[in-house]
T-cell receptor, first 111, second 112 residues
Framework: DTGVSQDPRHKITKRGQNVTFRCDPI?????LYWYRQTLGQGPEFLTY????????KSRLLSDRFSAERPKGSFSTLEIQRTEQGDSAMYLC?????????FGSGTRLTVV | GENVEQHPSTLSVQEGDSAVIKCTYS??????FPWYKQELGKGPQLIID?????GEKKDQRIAVTLNKTAKHFSLHITETQPEDSAVYFC???????????FGTGTSLTVIP
């Protein structure tokens, strides 16, 4: 296992379109997290899964955002009706307990 | 919630010198403090961490110190090398929390 994989690495979309990102965590990690990072800032928490259960969601996760982790394996993050303010790096991380391993992120640009 | 502040925002050092980055936190229940290094176009990578029952931890050229009373912790990099140039983030989490709270990052430049 080479780590946390995220796909795509880059996504450019027009405002109003829907986008979906995928994260494949390290296989033995039961915890999975999504964070958002804007330029010059640290990552901000979006949501957390333990196995297939979504246990916590941030206020940042508006109703246009939805995340799933079917069968407790990979996870998807969907953004509907994208806005320019959604432009950011979306980071996925997995963990067995403490200590995240981050993926390389998906950079979203909304034009 | 937790508030983590990080200083300085930028730091330039000569190769071979030491670099120190400082963070403060607000929640006394925080008990785990990792440091991440992020290179351009990559996700953050864990470089060292410390738990609240320990005051200092070292790993080769990198060390972290924690002062629970003052609620601050610091990253120390000795004998800096050009490949240490990156953005460094501190973070904090409580033992009942599910999310890390990150600082705003320090852009470190090591000048050859």
């Amino acid at each position: 296992d080479t780590g946390v994989s995220q796909d795509p690495r880059h996504k450019i979309t027009k405002r109003g379109q829907n986008v979906t990102f995928r994260c494949d965590p390290i296989s033995e990690h039961n915890r999975l997290y999504w964070y958002r990072q804007t330029l010059g800032q640290g990552p901000e928490f979006l949501t957390y899964f333990q196995n297939e259960a979504q246990l916590e969601k941030s206020r940042l996760l508006s109703d246009r955002f939805s995340a799933e982790r079917p069968k407790g394996s990979f996870s998807t993050l969907e953004i509907q009706r994208t806005e320019q303010g959604d432009s950011a790096m979306y980071l996925c991380a997995s963990s067995p307990n403490y200590g995240y391993t981050f993926g390389s992120g998906t950079r979203l640009t909304v034009v | 919630g937790e508030n983590v502040e990080q200083h300085p925002s930028t730091l330039s050092v000569q190769e071979g010198d030491s670099a120190v980055i400082k963070c403060t936190y607000s929640d006394s229940a925080s008990n785990y403090f990792p440091w991440y290094k992020q290179e351009l176009g990559k996700g953050p990578q864990l470089i060292i961490d410390i738990r609240s029952n320990v005051g200092e931890k070292k790993d080769q050229r990198i060390a972290v110190t924690l002062n629970k009373t003052a609620k601050h912790f610091s990253l120390h990099i000795t004998e800096t090398q050009p490949e240490d140039s990156a953005v460094y983030f501190c973070a904090a989490i409580t033992n009942t929390g599910n999310q890390f709270y990150f600082g705003t990052g320090t852009s470190l430049t090591v000048i050859p």
